[in-house]
């Protein structure tokens, strides 16, 4: 049997599935967590690799790897390739007037859409360069090539299999690091950064320099099926690295998202995205324009809050998520009226980087853990279905995937908020697993097929929505 391990470098912990590269049955998989906070040492994404790499049992019968990451965080090396600062999140949002000064200087959010599909907001790398440029300009010199999470990764696991060192987490540990020469990236995670344009598949080095004063070693963009390298690793047979890609892109590839479907992920990060045929450009900056990992495209459109919301909730009121969605499926459609505006970590859409969340609606009669736990599943979903309208899409299919759509709950109340049909595919880690079907792309012709099913249905409630309208309108910043 030929295997291939697929890895998910997300924002919270770090996932390994190891499955068939023929069949893509499941073999072993492992995870490990990341540490909290949205400045992260990317020593630690190494670390959770290595441990989540040897709980699945590491690279025995392995003949091809790829890592999705989590999009967007600027990882700085100096010339040595040893990380400048910690690594800056997507969810970190200090870049907030960075991306308002870019914006106005290139002449409006119209002429960044056009130029690389994305108007900037605090997520996207090209924001965080000039949040560095500024604030640290020693960090700044000293950064002699920029990549991401999941360039970074890769980067390190070439350097480990080209050691010939067999794998163990401690062995691995401190793997020799290859020239900055070797990075690499993919067309899908490029297209986050702010300064490679999808519709041209072409670097734009002019907004880069314009943004961060310097033009620092840039990743070599490969297509969907090249090899980022090929190593021996101790005596097994030699390993392929496919280029990898962005979680969101993975993702799509994981659960086999075909045009005409839109992909709601509720992970860390809220993602409503669609496969598509040709660029996009949306001036108002709701819709990311992003590349996908298959040589087409993935409009995207994110939220800071999703998942954790949840946990919030579950934390306020002293219960697991097992509870919290039995309690939400207590309370009736509405809460009564209590409405929950999720900006816990602030938001990106809409782009309000220094809101907080709030609770409306208060009452008596509302404070009930079970009325909080509704209102924390509707709020979330509100989020995910404004991002829905602003793909503006008649979807064939609306797939529910992600951390969150493990809750009854919100497949249950996602139909009545977001005014379709849900299609719940069974739990699993769909951004690993669409890595280990690129890996698998690279020594066989992978026939995978896709497990059943679930639909969920319910009348729509469009007064949820309209509460949550206004209350998105008396929010604290
Ligand atoms: N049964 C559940 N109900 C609600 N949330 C859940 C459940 N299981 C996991 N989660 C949440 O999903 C999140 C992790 O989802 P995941 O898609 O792995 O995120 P990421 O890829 O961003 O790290 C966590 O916040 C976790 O609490
Ligand atoms: O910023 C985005 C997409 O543009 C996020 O979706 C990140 O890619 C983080 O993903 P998760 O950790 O939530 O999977």
Same mark, same amino acid.
């Given at each position: 049997?030929?295997?291939?391990?697929?890895?998910?470098?997300?924002?919270?912990?770090?996932?390994?599935?190891?499955?068939?590269?023929?069949?893509?049955?499941?073999?072993?998989?492992?995870?490990?967590?990341?540490?909290?906070?949205?400045?992260?040492?990317?020593?630690?994404?190494?670390?959770?690799?290595?441990?989540?790499?040897?709980?699945?049992?590491?690279?025995?019968?392995?003949?091809?790897?790829?890592?999705?990451?989590?999009?967007?965080?600027?990882?700085?090396?100096?010339?040595?390739?040893?990380?400048?600062?910690?690594?800056?999140?997507?969810?970190?949002?200090?870049?907030?007037?960075?991306?308002?000064?870019?914006?106005?200087?290139?002449?409006?959010?119209?002429?960044?859409?056009?130029?690389?599909?994305?108007?900037?907001?605090?997520?996207?790398?090209?924001?965080?360069?000039?949040?560095?440029?500024?604030?640290?300009?020693?960090?700044?010199?000293?950064?002699?090539?920029?990549?991401?999470?999941?360039?970074?990764?890769?980067?390190?696991?070439?350097?480990?299999? $080209?050691?010939? /060192?067999?794998?163990? !987490? %401690?062995?691995? =540990?401190?793997?020799? +690091?290859?020239? @900055? *020469?070797? #990075?690499?990236?993919?067309?899908?995670?490029?297209?986050?950064?702010?300064?490679?344009?999808?519709?041209?598949?072409?670097?734009?080095?002019?907004?880069?320099?314009?943004?961060?004063?310097?033009?620092?070693?840039?990743?070599?963009?490969?297509?969907?099926?090249?090899?980022?390298?090929?190593?021996?690793?101790?005596?097994?047979?030699?390993?392929?690295?496919?280029?990898?890609?962005?979680?969101?892109?993975?993702?799509?590839?994981?659960?086999?998202?075909?045009?005409?479907?839109?992909?709601?992920?509720?992970?860390?990060?809220?993602?409503?995205?669609?496969?598509?045929?040709?660029?996009?450009?949306?001036?108002?900056?709701?819709?990311?324009?992003?590349?996908?990992?298959?040589?087409?495209?993935?409009?995207?459109?994110?939220?800071?809050? $999703?998942?954790? /919301?949840?946990?919030? !909730? %579950?934390?306020? =009121?002293?219960?697991? +998520?097992?509870? @919290? *969605?039995? #309690?939400?499926?207590?309370?009736?459609?509405?809460?009564?009226?209590?409405?929950?505006?999720?900006?816990?970590?602030?938001?990106?859409?809409?782009?309000?980087?220094?809101?907080?969340?709030?609770?409306?609606?208060?009452?008596?009669?509302?404070?009930?853990?079970?009325?909080?736990?509704?209102?924390?599943?509707?709020?979330?979903?509100?989020?995910?279905?404004?991002?829905?309208?602003?793909?503006?899409?008649?979807?064939?299919?609306?797939?529910?995937?992600?951390?969150?759509?493990?809750?009854?709950?919100?497949?249950?109340?996602?139909?009545?908020?977001?005014?379709?049909?849900?299609?719940?595919?069974?739990?699993?880690?769909?951004?690993?697993?669409?890595?280990?079907?690129?890996?698998?792309?690279?020594?066989?012709?992978?026939?995978?097929?896709?497990?059943?099913?679930?639909?969920?249905?319910?009348?729509?409630?469009?007064?949820?929505?309209?509460?949550?309208?206004?209350?998105?309108?008396?929010?604290?910043?």
């Amino acid at each position: 049997m030929t295997l291939v391990a697929g890895v998910d470098s997300s924002t919270q912990s770090c996932k390994v599935v190891i499955r068939d590269a023929e069949t893509g049955e499941l073999v072993r998989q492992g995870r490990a967590t990341h540490p909290a906070g949205t400045e992260v040492h990317p020593s630690h994404w190494w670390t959770a690799l290595l441990r989540a790499l040897e709980e699945a049992g590491g690279l025995d019968g392995v003949a091809a790897i790829s890592v999705g990451g989590q999009q967007h965080g600027m990882v700085c090396l100096d010339e040595n390739g040893h990380v400048v600062r910690d690594a800056l999140l997507w969810n970190d949002t200090r870049s907030a007037q960075a991306a308002l000064d870019l914006v106005a200087e290139l002449g409006g959010p119209h002429v960044w859409a056009d130029a690389v599909g994305l108007v900037p907001v605090a997520s996207f790398t090209v924001t965080k360069l000039r949040w560095l440029a500024e604030h640290e300009p020693d960090n700044a010199r000293r950064t002699a090539a920029v990549c991401l999470p999941h360039d970074w990764l890769t980067w390190r696991l070439m350097g480990a299999l $080209a050691s010939g /060192v067999p794998f163990s !987490a %401690a062995a691995w =540990a401190d793997a020799p +690091l290859p020239p @900055l *020469s070797h #990075l690499v990236t993919d067309r899908g995670d490029a297209s986050g950064t702010g300064y490679w344009s999808p519709a041209t598949g072409a670097y734009r080095t002019d907004l880069l320099k314009t943004a961060f004063g310097a033009v620092p070693l840039l990743p070599k963009v490969l297509g969907p099926t090249d090899e980022a390298g090929a190593a021996v690793a101790g005596g097994a047979g030699p390993i392929l690295i496919a280029p990898g890609t962005g979680d969101n892109m993975a993702a799509a590839l994981g659960v086999g998202a075909r045009p005409g479907d839109v992909v709601v992920s509720l992970g860390t990060s809220g993602t409503v995205f669609a496969v598509a045929e040709t660029p996009s450009a949306d001036p108002k900056g709701l819709v990311a324009g992003f590349a996908d990992a298959t040589g087409r495209f993935l409009p995207l459109v994110c939220t800071l809050n $999703a998942a954790r /919301v949840l946990d919030a !909730a %579950a934390r306020i =009121a002293g219960v697991t +998520l097992d509870e @919290l *969605s039995t #309690l939400a499926l207590q309370a009736p459609p509405g809460a009564d009226g209590l409405t929950l505006v999720p900006y816990l970590e602030g938001e990106r859409t809409p782009n309000r980087p220094t809101a907080t969340g709030s609770v409306h609606g208060l009452t008596l009669a509302t404070a009930t853990p079970a009325h909080l736990a509704r209102a924390a599943v509707e709020g979330m979903l509100c989020g995910l279905a404004d991002a829905l309208d602003a793909l503006a899409m008649q979807p064939e299919r609306v797939l529910l995937i992600g951390g969150a759509a493990r809750s009854e709950a919100v497949r249950r109340i996602a139909p009545t908020i977001f005014g379709v049909p849900i299609t719940v595919p069974p739990p699993a880690e769909y951004v690993a697993d669409g890595a280990a079907f690129q890996a698998a792309t690279l020594v066989t012709t992978p026939d995978w097929q896709s497990g059943d099913t679930a639909v969920y249905e319910g009348d729509p409630v469009p007064s949820i929505r309209t509460r949550y309208a206004r209350a998105t309108g008396h929010i604290l910043d």
